[in-house]
């Protein structure tokens, strides 16, 4: 091969001088280190001194017709070469990854021709395996989040690189919903990066490394299907970028501040308004399902005091709007609704957080009693706040 | 007098906080849908529940709805705090006299009261609920559908059993017992040894179960065997190997992992082919490469490596190969690695080569004549000088 292409090579520096001004320079380009050829990629000649640039093509497509060879006329740079020009040379990139491992350096001789140092092309690192999962492996490829706390998620697999496990300079990674995409900026709905991501290179063979991505994702995150997509980039800047998918589980989570307390009760008097803020810890929109007992469920009570009880029907509430002034008793059974002994569910529509600044999934529940007559002592009730998917 | 404000309206905030109690308790998925159950059939599926909260919480479970007695779960009592997820099993079995269609019913999680009750107040306090709504379709068509997976087989010291694994998912809505057969093949694959047949227990739907089967290595001799193993009901099969090693033997074990090559090149221009080997075993190994390049079905060239490669263990290295096509088409590179009296896998490659330019490849060897005739002219005529000056030379 090699002495093909130097008859060539000579034989085109014998003849073509008596014919033009060629000044060739040619140059070997080995195969990357998985033995991926060469071929038809592009070498750039460039004369410093000036920043003027040519370029060849390497292969038998090129002028060289030979495999792994690329021969370029440095006569052709606007200034054409001279005895003496120092030039340098290098490999193009492409979006193969295989990228240029060596510039080098040659200077134009008097001969017909000069033959440049070899050229060499990065293999890009590889994934052997990709995976991505909650603290729970089973069901596999489902995270199941934690309301209103983050839940971690990690991205983990094998990388291969032949220049060795540690060429791997970094890792990018992002964890994203279909409703983004890799270069979406950040948002806890829907997607994440994580920069700093673990690389043990002590794993496996010389040219392996174990690594690990951990995303804390917030209760909010969409349910949806996510990609966790990791992009590799090793010390010749040959970037590789692979993905897993995995889906976000809908999560149902309510939070409510306890106890409503109504203060001290008067008898035949109707409660000073409490309001109880119903915040949404999940990523579902939800409705509110409420019910109530005094001491067991079902006993048709809201409060027990004591030895008396107060009814079911004296606790009510208003999911919409407040009313504070005091209130009569009629004027009380026409604005709240009963609550009931068995759960009744009231469209309340409350959405999940969408905003990362401030948690806007939030809506207030106006309560009241009404004391009868007889009751005197202090009172407890259970009232039971539940959610349910809208 | 300020100082006393203060920490008055201190004690107070603390005894607000902790008054106002805000554990919040989760359930993922929202809600459950089961689809295609059987009348007295059977379904299930794993919920998780999630707290915020660093203490123990208790968590009560109870069905409710027309379908709560259909539903089920795996245990009513239980606790639950943050970075311990509990996971629960939902199942619904639907009685054997209710109509085909849609049912709903829910599972109500409850945690403990949140809150304390105050001295002297009227206190209502809250406990917070998740309604979890379970949907059955009940239907009177009988599915069988399922899926095995992740088989795997392990060596064998001379006596000892072989061991096989493999899970099987019933997706379906019957129980099933699928058969599971085992074709073994000597280390050729020429030679059938043995046939087995085995039935895991049953799989209730919706379940996936792993399941391990013991094969008698007694008829065995020592060496590497080829095992196809199929479960025909759900569609799945593989291809194995195991070796009988000799009592307390170092096990070798290689993977060719693949053939790279270029996939498009031209006629006449030399391709490189590569083989990846991987030494995966418990000592290094001198392997060979042996395979085939065929074109139109027909085998045009055999490849082989001259000489072993020494490959530590952990390690990997390259089979390096060169082949020139003469024709344009499309070619598939085989082969497998053979060590320690074992082959690997066999892997293949396809290589496209596009037609070539007939007047490109005329020119191409006119220019090549061309200039050898100028070579040898050249070299002609510095001789003819060379001979005329030094003839010149000795005359003077």
Redesign the interface.
């Known amino acids: 091969?090699k002495t093909t292409f130097l008859?060539?090579l000579?034989?085109?520096s014998?003849?073509f001088p008596l014919a033009s001004a060629a000044h060739w320079v040619a140059g070997y380009v080995e195969?990357a280190l998985?033995?991926?050829?060469p071929?038809d990629r592009t070498v750039r000649l460039w004369n410093p001194s000036n920043s003027q640039e040519i370029f060849g093509t390497i292969g038998?497509s090129g002028p060289s017709?030979t495999?792994n060879v690329y021969m370029i006329d440095c006569e052709t740079l606007t200034t054409p070469c001279q005895v003496g020009d120092k030039l340098n040379l290098t490999i193009t990139n492409d979006a193969s990854g295989y990228t240029p491992k060596n510039i080098v350096k040659m200077t134009v001789t008097g001969a017909g021709y000069d033959i440049a140092p070899n050229l060499t092309i990065n293999t890009p690192p590889t994934f052997i395996n990709l995976t991505i999962e909650d603290?729970?492996s089973?069901?596999p490829n489902e995270i199941?989040?934690?309301?209103?706390?983050t839940?971690p998620a990690t991205c983990s697999g094998i990388i291969e690189d032949y220049e060795g496990a540690t060429s791997i300079l970094s890792i990018d990674a992002r964890f994203f919903s279909s409703s983004s995409s890799f270069g979406s900026t950040d948002d806890n709905n829907n997607h994440y990066t994580n920069s700093s991501c673990e690389i043990n290179t002590s794993y496996?063979?010389?040219?392996q490394a174990a690594i690990s991505c951990t995303f804390e994702i917030e209760?909010y995150a969409e349910?949806d299907t996510w990609q966790c997509q990791f992009n590799t980039t090793d010390n010749y800047s040959s970037s590789t970028m692979t993905s897993d998918m995995t889906s976000i589980?809908?999560?149902?989570?309510?939070?409510?501040?306890?106890?409503?307390?109504?203060?001290?009760?008067y008898p035949k008097k109707v409660?000073p308004e409490i309001t109880?803020q119903v915040?949404n810890?999940?990523n579902?929109k939800i409705n509110l399902?409420l019910n109530?007992y005094g001491q067991t469920q079902n006993d048709d009570t809201?409060?027990s005091?004591g030895a008396k009880n107060i009814s079911i029907d004296y606790?009510k509430y208003n999911l919409i709007s407040s009313n504070s002034s005091n209130l009569t008793l009629t004027q009380f059974e026409a604005i709240y609704e009963n609550l009931t002994s068995s759960?009744k569910t009231t469209i309340f529509n409350l959405n999940s957080r969408q905003s990362d600044i401030s948690n806007d999934a939030t809506n207030n529940t106006y309560?009241r009693?009404y004391?009868p007559q007889d009751i005197s002592s202090?009172?407890?009730?259970?009232?039971?706040?539940?959610?349910?998917?809208s | 007098m300020r100082g006393r404000v203060t920490l008055s309206i201190l004690a107070t905030l603390i005894i607000l906080t902790q008054?106002?109690?805000?554990v919040?308790?989760?359930?993922?998925?929202?809600?459950v849908e089961f689809k295609d159950v059987l009348r007295s059939g059977y379904a299930e599926r794993?919920i998780?529940i999630?707290?915020?909260s660093e203490i123990e919480t208790q968590i009560e479970i109870e069905t409710?709805g027309n379908t709560s007695e259909w539903i089920n779960f795996t245990s009513e009592t239980l606790k639950v705090s943050?970075?311990k997820?509990l996971?629960i099993m939902v199942s619904v079995s639907p009685p054997y006299d209710v109509p085909n269609g849609n049912y709903t019913g829910?599972l109500?999680i409850?945690s403990s009261?949140?809150?304390?009750?105050?001295?002297?107040?009227?206190?209502?306090?809250?406990?917070?609920?998740?309604?979890?709504?379970i949907k059955t379709q009940v239907t009177d068509q009988e599915i069988l559908e399922c899926q095995a997976s992740n088989f795997k087989i392990s060596n064998a010291e001379e006596g000892d059993d072989v061991i096989i694994t493999l899970d099987i998912e019933n997706q379906g809505n019957i129980r099933i017992s699928p058969k599971t057969t085992l074709d073994i093949w000597d280390q050729s694959s020429t030679t059938l040894i043995a046939q087995k047949e085995f039935y895991p227990t049953q799989i209730i739907p919706t379940q996936k179960d792993q399941f391990v089967f013991k094969l008698s290595s007694s008829d065995l001799e020592l060496g590497q065997y080829w095992v196809d193993i199929s479960v025909p009901d759900c569609y799945s099969s593989d291809t194995l190997t195991f070796d009988i090693l000799e009592e307390g033997a170092l096990y070798a074990a290689g993977v060719l992992q693949k053939i790279?090559i270029?996939p498009w090149s031209?006629i006449n221009?030399?391709v490189?082919?590569?083989a990846?080997f991987k030494n995966t075993g418990e000592k290094p190994l001198d392997a060979k490469f042996m395979g085939k390049i065929t074109y139109q079905n027909k085998i045009i060239q055999l490849i082989e490596s001259d000489e072993s490669l020494f490959i530590p263990t952990?390690?990997?290295d390259?089979f390096?190969f060169y082949f020139t096509p003469q024709k344009a088409g499309k070619y598939i590179i085989s082969g497998r690695v053979f060590y320690d009296n074992k082959r690997t896998y066999e892997q293949s490659a396809i290589l496209n080569i596009r037609p070539g330019n007939a007047f490109a490849s005329t020119l191409?060897t006119i220019s090549y004549i061309f200039?050898?005739i100028?070579?040898g002219i050249?070299l002609y005529k510095i001789r003819k000088e060379r001979r005329s000056y030094f003839n010149l030379k000795s005359r003077k």
């Open positions: 091969m008859i060539l000579l034989a085109t014998f003849t195969n998985d033995s991926t050829s071929n038998p017709a495999s603290a729970l089973s069901p199941d989040l934690t309301p209103a706390i839940t496996g063979t010389s040219i209760y349910a589980n809908t999560l149902l989570a309510l939070g409510a501040d306890s106890p409503i307390d109504f203060g001290t009760l409660s109880s915040t810890y999940g579902v399902t109530g809201s409060m005091c606790m759960p309560w009693v004391v202090a009172c407890t009730g259970n009232i039971v706040f539940g959610a349910t998917q | 008054l106002t109690s805000a919040n308790i989760g359930v993922s998925p929202a809600n794993p998780t999630t707290i915020d409710y943050k970075g997820p996971q829910f109500r409850k009261k949140l809150g304390a009750s105050q001295e002297g107040h009227a206190t209502g306090l809250i406990i917070p609920m998740l309604a979890v709504e790279i270029e031209d221009e030399i490189s082919i590569a990846n952990g390690e990997q390259n390096q191409k200039l050898i100028i070579i050249l």
